[in-house]
Structure formats: structure tokens, C-alpha cells
């Protein structure tokens, strides 16, 4: 599924309940998008990591990166645009003295000389001949060659990465192949009969109050073979001291335990299976980001699902009265109350 229709569902995510504790209202502009949502650069290296790991195909169709010399001023950098734009545009042709548009027989396109002196002169003010000035504008071309073919292939990619960043999330996914549990979890035998999911988006509801909910679930390997089912989610940080303060920070016990409800759903209405006769694993991959890359698995504890799912029952039990009655503006507290809220 493209990521933008995901996001256009209006349903329960994980991530929205995080607004819905703040404050209802807040919540129903999320759901209804209107939130300005500017991406933070740490969400979008998150998205790149997370791509070039599940999805690697996908990451190297929506990304590049440059490791070579980029324009050192806006004058080079608009050099570059005009040369490509000259280059590909339909121009008036320039045609040889003596001849004309009636008796020119050759292609009708700007002569590569002409072109980069167009370039030139549009951002260089110079009183040097046009023969120097062609001298400087092919020795300028010759040194940003790459960034000029970066131009013309640029609409391919989603996104330009610089080397440092690229080296870095390959180093990321290096580590995971080297990390013998990352490994396990996450690269797989083309031989292998498991049933295994990338991103992997369910639309369901939930049991108790039955709720429309959406999630996208990082990684999910079904054995039913052996009756067994993984769920795996990776994790960005800058360091892993207090990891575990960090799940309860960010509620990341309660997003797994939202997955396994929907994993419990797909069961029941897709695979029409009993999940019941499955045993249960739930991984958390941490990376980390800065210099050394380093990779490490940690498994999450039952009592930390049961946790999860006892803040997702209570959340559910409130945002249901909100759904159901459409009042937004605030807690069910005020509307049922003489308006005072309690602290």
C-alpha cells in the first residue's frame, strides 16, 4: 500500500493516542490532518533506515547519494541549472553565418559551446573575450560533470543523500547481517516457507469497543509450521543507556501490545486461524545512529506487553465515549462534570 493512502485512513493509529492523552481536540486534528506535520529530520533518517533495511528495492529506487564535488557558490550551482535547462529545453536555434532556418540542414539543437556560454554569462559578469570565457565555462563543466548528472537524473529519486549519510545507513544494515539475533530476525533464506511481512499494514478494529484502527507493523514472521510468531520493530536512538526509560517515554510497550491486537485480528479474519495455538515473540532492534552504528536486540517481556494492553484498554474505554457522542473540544470528565477537571 502507498504510504500516503495509510496515513489518509481516518482510523486509530498508535502514534494518535499519543495526541488523544494530551487532549481530545488535539487528537481529532490529527486524525483529520489538521496538524502541520513537518517532518523532523530524526523521523526522516528514521524512514531512510527502516526502508533500507525491510524494504532495500525500494530504497534504492527512491534514493541516491553524491560523493563528488557539489557547487561551491550559487553562481556555480545556477551554472549548472541554466547548462541543464539550456541543454534541454527547445531553445531557439543558433544558427552557422551563412546560413539560415530555410538552408540549415543540420540538428536543430544549441551547439554545446554556445550552451555553456549561455550558462556562463547569465551568472558571471565578465569583460573576457568569449573564447576565454568558453575556456572557463568547459573547465567549470568538466569539474562539476557528476553534479550536472545528478541534475538530469535527480527526478528519479525521492531524496539526495549526502555520502556521509548513505555510508551510515549502510553500515547500519551491515552490522544487522553481522549481529547473529539482527540477523535471525531480519534477512531470511529465499527458501524459507515462513510467512513474512515488511510494513506491513492491517486495517482492523478493535474487539472490546470496537474502534476502527489502522498500524503499520515494521516486521511480522508467521511459522505455522511450528506455531510460531514474531513480531519485530527497529528502533533509531543516539544511545542505549536507559533504553528502558525510553519505552516508557515513548510508549513503546503499548505500540507493541496495539500491534498484537492487530496481529490477533489478522488471524481471526484473514488467515481464519486459531492464534491462540501460537507462541509469541516480540523483538525491539535498536541502532544506533552516530559514528559507530552499532546494533542491539533486546526482547520485550510479557508483563510488558500485559502493561501495554491494560493503558490501550483504558484509552479505548475514553476515546470511545468521544467517538461515539462527537465531543472533541474536551475530556469526557468536562462534558459530564460541571466543568472542572480534576489533577
Known amino acids: 500500500m502507498e504510504e ?3 496515513y489518509k485512513e481516518k482510523r486509530i493509529s498508535s502514534s494518535s493516542l499519543k495526541y488523544f492523552e494530551q487532549s481530545p481536540l488535539l487528537f481529532k486534528k490529527f486524525l483529520d490532518s489538521e496538524l502541520e506535520q513537518g517532518e523532523k529530520r530524526y523521523l526522516v533518517r528514521g524512514t531512510q533506515i527502516h526502508m533500507a533495511i525491510l524494504e532495500p528495492k525500494l530504497f534504492k529506487n527512491n534514493y541516491t547519494y553524491l560523493d563528488f564535488e557539489t557547487p561551491k557558490s550559487e553562481q556555480q550551482k545556477q551554472f549548472c541549472e541554466d547548462y541543464i535547462k539550456n541543454y534541454t529545453q527547445n531553445i531557439e536555434v543558433e544558427y552557422p ?14 551547439d554545446e ?3 555553456l556560454l549561455m550558462s556562463y554569462k547569465n551568472n558571471y559578469k565578465t569583460t573576457k573575450s568569449d573564447e576565454k570565457a568558453l575556456e ?20 528519479k529519486f525521492k531524496d539526495i543523500l549526502s555520502y556521509t549519510d548513505w555510508n551510515r545507513i549502510q553500515e547500519l544494515k551491515d552490522n544487522c547481517a553481522k549481529h547473529k539475533k539482527a540477523k535471525e530476525l531480519l534477512f531470511i533464506d529465499d527458501l524459507d516457507t515462513r510467512e513474512v511481512h515488511n510494513e506491513f499494514v492491517i486495517f482492523w478494529e478493535d474487539p472490546i469497543h470496537k474502534l476502527p484502527c489502522k498500524s503499520m507493523i515494521d516486521r511480522l514472521i ?21 533504553f528502558k526509560e525510553r519505552c516508557d517515554e515513548f ?20 488467515l481464519k486461524k486459531d492464534i491462540g495455538e501460537y507462541t509469541k515473540e516480540t ?23 500485559t502493561d501495554g494492553m491494560t493503558e490501550l484498554t483504558e484509552l479505548f474505554r475514553l476515546l470511545q465515549w468521544h467517538w ?7 475530556t469526557k470528565e468536562y462534558y459530564l462534570g460541571d466543568g472542572e477537571e480534576k489533577i
Open 4 to 6: 500516503k493512502q495509510y
Open 97 to 110: 553565418k551563412g546560413s539560415n532556418k530555410e538552408t540549415f540542414e543540420g540538428p536543430k539543437v544549441l
Open 113 to 115: 559551446d554556445i550552451i
Open 136 to 155: 572557463e565555462a568547459k573547465t567549470l563543466k568538466n569539474k562539476l560533470s557528476k553534479y550536472i548528472t545528478y541534475l538530469q537524473n535527480r527526478k
Open 222 to 242: 508467521i511459522d505455522h509450521k511450528n506455531k510460531k510468531i514474531i513480531l519485530v520493530d527497529l528502533k533509531t536512538v543516539n544511545s542505549f543507556n536507559k
Open 251 to 270: 510508549s513503546y510497550f503499548r505500540q507493541m501490545a496495539f500491534y498484537w491486537y492487530a496481529i490477533n485480528w489478522y488471524f481471526v479474519n484473514e
Open 283 to 305: 523483538y525491539l532492534i535498536a541502532l544506533k545512529t552516530t559514528d559507530d552504528a552499532e546494533v542491539k536486540v533486546y526482547k520485550v517481556q510479557e508483563q510488558f506487553l
Open 324 to 330: 461515539e457522542n462527537n465531543q472533541w473540544d474536551y
